[in-house]
Nanobody, 131 residues
């Protein structure tokens, strides 16, 4: 049972990247899936979350990435994607995916709390935005 994150790299400001997170050993369709990031010297920060475990999709984004990042999910491939456009230097960080079964009524209020995601974390992929 694991999550495998990939897709990081180095881009210039204004560039794009797409991160992927693939699950093995369990179905992402049963989980809320989130992206977090940790920039050098900073606390871990929630980026985005998708939850469609109850049959309808909910998407959440940090204010800092709204309008630039898009979260999507391919249940057939058991993979989620984070499309990152118009990247900024402040997006430089190691990005982690995480998954958790979160009761539907609590997702909106808890998706951005890393302590909610108890066991399922990907290994992290580095995104560097620099000119």
């Amino acid at each position: 049972v694991q999550l495998q994150a990939s897709g990081g790299g180095s881009v210039q400001p204004g560039g794009t990247l797409r991160l992927s997170c693939t699950a093995s050993g369990f179905s992402l369709g049963d989980y809320a899936v989130a992206w977090f990031r940790r920039a050098p010297g900073k606390e871990r920060e929630a980026v985005s979350c998708i939850d469609d475990s109850d049959g309808y999709s909910q998407y959440f984004y940090a204010d800092s990435v709204k309008g630039r990042f898009t979260f999507s999910k391919d249940n057939a491939k058991n993979t989620v994607y984070l499309q990152m456009n118009n990247l900024k230097s402040e997006d430089t960080a190691v990005y982690y995916c995480a998954a958790e079964r979160i009761p539907d009524t609590f997702v909106q209020s808890t998706w951005n709390n890393p302590r909610v995601y108890t066991d399922l974390w990907g290994q992290g992929t580095l995104v560097t935005v620099s000119s």
